[in-house]
């Protein structure tokens, strides 16, 4: 930690000198000056040096550069990219930059991978200079309804046998490397993306279709500086090609995988935070059109959200239509195609559009999923939508078993997969109570006694042949689905809200598809975002992150909270549920369970406790899309963890 915070105090020593720096090249701080972008024919001086920031800005092309930029471009000569960036090898330039200026700061050990990464920068630097002489060499870009003057313009170049630099340099010459045709599609000046350009790929070789190479950057960033005209954002770039293709009324960026959604968003922060800094106007419109599939759908969502908190003016639009990708839409119909471009910058929103379709989507493929209690299946509507559902009650109600239970017969029934974050009992336990109850609906007059968890746990059963084989067969039977059900156990590490949103965010990536079931057990015992965060913040912060789980990944989400102690003896109500305000708002159902009779006036709950079956009611206090104010009955053997619907 030391040691990265020297570092950075000596990178910001170095940053200081900036204006020294411009000094020594005979240049006047106090005026703008002639642009030291060499891709920038200033005629009137654009430039400006900013004391605060430590950098310099062309109000004409808009490059930022700071000290090691500058001496990259003038001393290394080393071009920006067409996006005004200048790639280099950080530490090298950083220590050259300590001598010129001869500052007494600590230097960075130059290490061999540094040095071969650098050998690769510029060996993909001379290959995207080399690639665009030859352009012509191929017809891949009009193949995909792109014309050979907007590959240009973009230095979009070709290469008939390539071979992947980053092989042949570290695993050294001589690796056997099979040639092949490829598209270069610079993104960055010692970066770009390898498209193999062959008619008939064999199966073994497509997943090497598409190769990236260099860092990672945005293709056509540079539009996001221009917020004249509205800006399309695309996964891929001959998407944001085909854009450019049929409009000069709109830009268009690719994202180049949906994993670039961050740097996408980081980007455009930056670039707003920079204007304000300025006192300059920067108000975009980004038109996020993703693919027409659910990876694509699912990085549409997170980019809206991501600029939303930012205050961004964005809309989710379809230019595809009924195609994968825009790209395959303009070479399917390109005046089609060119005229819902045109519509679609006219009108954005195009909002009933948008809405029969997901309504067409919806008919097709059912949201909900039944919790398996055909009861309480009837008040939701079905079952569960991807929206927040809060389930409160007060201690050893039974609410963990209720939850376990609606994942037990959503895995069962349904094959569905669902995450399980518990954080106050063990998988063990868990895996043992849902065994015991298997064992209490299995049990017959011909099979040993029902198992409770705790016998299960201390292996008494497996003395006695008719229990042990009771057991087994709960074991067979719940061998057919657990391995849908992910049990996070959270009693040594407690999660947090966030941990539990980057873990979705992981398996939702990787499978758009097969969107999970979310159960959380419980709220007030997780661990909170923020560490300086009181009771009240943590339960506020947590329960809009959970929202935002199931808005963003289309998913149900579940979470079990518990209840004041002054509701204890009192009916379920909203202002049960602990920081109750909060919970009630952001909630689409709120359920709350209560002992049966809770409710009457010469209830007594020790008496209620003691029955068995329990008698409990679930409460729908709140239900968003559907009826509330109703209950639904069930039995609970809280010795074998089984809730039964009064209707079954």
């Keep these: 930690m030391n040691t990265q915070n020297n570092n950075n105090r000596s990178q910001d020593r170095l940053k200081a000198l900036l204006g020294q720096y411009l000094q020594m090249q005979g240049i006047n701080i106090k005026h703008n000056f002639t642009c030291l972008n060499p891709n920038h024919s200033d005629k009137n001086p654009s430039m400006t040096y900013y004391s605060d920031d430590n950098c310099v800005y062309c109000h004409g092309c808009g490059a930022r550069y700071d000290i090691f930029d500058l001496y990259a471009i003038q001393q290394q000569k080393i071009t920006p990219d067409s996006d005004n960036h200048v790639s280099y090898q950080f530490k090298e330039i950083y220590n050259e930059v300590a001598e010129y200026m001869h500052a007494d700061v600590n230097q960075f050990k130059i290490k061999l991978e540094d040095a071969l990464q650098n050998k690769i920068n510029e060996y ?157 106007a920067y108000y975009p419109t980004i038109l996020i059109a993703t693919d027409n599939d659910s990876a694509g759908q699912l990085a549409a969502r997170k980019l809206s959200q991501g600029l939303n908190s930012s205050y961004i003016d964005n809309y989710i639009v379809d230019i595809a239509r009924n195609c994968k990708d825009p790209n395959e839409a303009l070479t399917t119909d390109c005046n089609k195609f060119a005229d819902t471009v045109a519509s679609t910058i006219k009108d954005p929103d195009n909002y009933l559009v948008g809405l029969l379709k997901r309504i067409s989507q919806h008919k097709e493929k059912p949201q909900f999923i039944p919790t398996g209690f055909s009861n309480l299946d009837q008040v939701l509507d079905g079952g569960l939508y991807p929206q927040l559902y809060v389930i409160g009650a007060i201690s050893s109600l039974g609410k963990t078993t209720l939850a376990m239970q609606i994942a037990d017969r959503i895995a069962a029934r349904q094959h569905k997969h669902v995450f399980i974050f518990n954080l106050e009992t063990s998988k063990d336990e868990l895996t043992e109570k849902n065994l015991s109850r298997l064992t209490f609906e299995l049990a017959d007059d011909k099979s040993g006694n029902p198992q409770t968890a705790r016998s299960i746990n201390n292996g008494s059963w497996l003395d006695y042949p008719k229990e042990s084989k009771l057991v087994m067969r709960a074991v067979e039977a719940y061998s057919k689905y657990y391995t849908y059900l992910h049990i996070d156990d959270g009693t040594e590490s407690r999660p947090s809200a966030k941990d539990i949103y980057s873990r979705l965010n992981i398996y939702c990536s990787k499978h758009p598809d097969n969107k999970p079931v979310v159960i959380v057990d419980y709220l007030q015992i997780l661990r909170a975002i923020d560490d300086r965060d009181t009771d009240k913040e943590k339960v506020t912060k947590s329960i809009a992150e959970f929202k935002r789980i199931a808005t963003t990944f289309e998913v149900p989400v579940i979470v079990i909270s518990s209840f004041n102690r002054s509701s204890y003896d009192n009916p379920a109500a909203m202002e049960s549920f602990k920081e109750s305000g909060e919970i009630e708002y952001y909630a689409d159902t709120l359920i709350g369970l209560q002992y049966r009779g809770i409710d009457s006036e010469d209830s007594n709950l020790d008496n209620l406790k003691k029955q068995d079956p329990r008698n409990i009611e679930a409460k729908i206090l709140k239900n968003r899309n559907g009826r509330s104010g109703v209950s639904v009955n069930f039995a609970y053997y809280p010795k074998y963890n089984d809730f039964i619907a009064e209707d079954d």
């Design 124 to 280: 993909n630097r001379r290959l995207i200079e080399k690639a665009a002489k030859t352009l012509d060499k191929t017809d891949y870009l009009q193949k995909r309804g792109i014309s050979q003057e907007l590959g240009k313009q973009f230095h979009i170049g070709f290469i008939p046998e390539w071979i992947n630099p980053t092989i042949e340099y570290k695993a050294g010459k001589g690796t056997h490397q099979k040639p092949t045709p490829r598209l270069i599609i610079p993104t960055g000046v010692s970066s770009y993306l390898a498209r193999d350009t062959r008619d008939n790929i064999p199966d073994a070789e497509k997943r090497y279709i598409k190769l990236k190479q260099g860092s990672l950057n945005l293709f056509n960033a540079k539009a996001l500086q221009d917020d004249s005209k509205p800006l399309f954002v695309t996964e891929g770039e001959l998407d944001a090609l085909s854009i450019l293709e049929v409009s000069k009324e709109a830009n268009a960026l690719a994202l180049g995988s949906t994993s670039n959604i961050d740097l996408f968003l980081d980007t455009i922060r930056n670039i707003k935070r920079q204007a304000i800094q300025k006192h300059e």
